[in-house]
């Protein structure tokens, strides 16, 4: 059974950071794409970025480019997300996702993925 645990959102303004964690409790690890998404009140959930397990190629939403770096720990079974240069339309719900590869779809295409519960990220201006 795959169990994902989110951690590390919070409040901070425009410009500031923050750095999202996501424990995995999948075997063996290093063989599961991991991914961020986000969802705001209103909206559709969207890809973030995610992060293959072989190769270690990186996909991100354009709207966060430069900006945020997704990164995981083998070892530590565990998925980050640092995000820089917060804006206010960061604000959401931020979910990880996880599949086991090879996987079909593009890097943003989680429909057979597991879920954490979410962590609330806000941004004020």
């Known amino acids: 059974q795959v169990r994902l645990v989110e951690s590390g959102g919070g409040s901070v303004q425009a410009g500031g950071s923050l750095r999202l964690s996501c424990a995995a409790s999948v075997y063996p690890y290093n063989t599961y794409w991991m991914a961020w998404f986000r969802q705001a009140p209103g909206k559709e959930r969207e890809g973030v970025g995610a992060i293959y397990p072989s190769s270690g190629n990186t996909y991100y939403a354009d709207s966060v480019k430069g900006r945020f770096t997704i990164s995981r720990d083998n070892a530590k079974k565990t998925l980050y997300l640092q995000m820089n240069n917060l804006k206010p339309e960061d604000t959401a719900m931020y979910y990880c996702?996880?599949?086991?590869?090879?996987?079909?779809?593009?890097?943003?295409?989680?429909?057979?993925?597991?879920w954490g519960q979410g962590t609330q990220v806000t941004v004020s201006s």
């Open positions: 996702a996880a599949d086991l590869n090879p996987r079909s779809g593009s890097w943003s295409d989680a429909r057979n993925s597991d």
